[in-house]
T-cell receptor, first 111, second 115 residues
Framework: QKEVEQDPGPLSVPEGAIVSLNCTYSNSAFQYFMWYRQYSRKGPELLMYTYSSGNKEDGRFTAQVDKSSKYISLFIRDSQPSDSATYLCAMYRGNAGKSTFGDGTTLTVKP | DGGITQSPKYLFRKEGQNVTLSCEQNLNHDAMYWYRQDPGQGLRLIYYSQIVNDFQKGDIAEGYSVSREKKESFPLTVTSAQKNPTAFYLC??????????????FGDGTRLSIL
């Protein structure tokens, strides 16, 4: 069983929709959580970085962490065609020296 | 502009040939990483280095080798022992290898194909 499981998708939504992307994890030692956005043929770009349980907001993006349920989410409000990409969740322990990534969810936002 | 530069963007390898992928960063980061990404899959860690002259195997190190002689550079060699090398290779760096400074920043990758 993988340490990090990500909703596989693909996901297709109309422009303006609210998008929810989700990951679960099994290792309770994970302390830091990230969301990356990856456009086709490009490297992943760090979108959100959180440490504690709760919500963190940045513009149209909200990252949510529930450590008790071992569940993280990324919400995108008022989705735009430019949000069409693959989204990867990632997490790590404090001194692990490496991150563990989900397999990614591909999102398409249709105009 | 600070960032991570990977070269070349596309690379072709003949059977039995070793090839080296370049990764340079000017972010003054201590830690560097190499990942492999196959279609529809996440990132799999090949090697990582938390400090100059030191590196550790990741989850899929067989058939690969690295060196870390300079802080800015972390080249990856795909050897002929790697039987299925066709993939998208991503290099990343982070300020340190642990604690709160670990979020990684990525280059734009090298796509390796077999001729």
């Amino acid at each position: 069983q993988k340490e990090v499981e990500q909703d596989p998708g693909p996901l297709s939504v109309p422009e303006g929709a609210i998008v929810s992307l989700n990951c679960t994890y099994s290792n309770s030692a994970f302390q830091y959580f990230m969301w990356y956005r990856q456009y086709s043929r490009k490297g992943p770009e760090l979108l959100m970085y959180t440490y504690s349980s709760g919500n963190k907001e940045d513009g149209r993006f909200t990252a949510q962490v529930d450590k008790s349920s071992k569940y993280i989410s990324l919400f995108i409000r008022d989705s735009q065609p430019s949000d069409s990409a693959t989204y990867l969740c990632a997490m790590y322990r404090g001194n692990a020296g490496k991150s563990t990534f989900g397999d990614g969810t591909t999102l398409t936002v249709k105009p | 502009d600070g960032g991570i530069t990977q070269s070349p963007k596309y690379l072709f390898r003949k059977e039995g040939q070793n090839v080296t992928l370049s990764c340079e960063q000017n972010l003054n980061h201590d830690a560097m990483y190499w990942y492999r990404q196959d279609p529809g899959q996440g990132l799999r860690l090949i090697y990582y280095s938390q400090i100059v002259n030191d590196f550790q195997k990741g989850d899929i190190a067989e058939g690969y080798s690295v060196s870390r002689e300079k802080k800015e550079s972390f080249p990856l060699t795909v050897t002929s022992a790697q039987k299925n090398p066709t993939a998208f290779y991503l290099c990343a760096s982070s300020r340190t290898g642990g604690g709160g400074n670990q979020p990684q920043h990525f280059g734009d990758g090298t796509r390796l194909s077999i001729l």
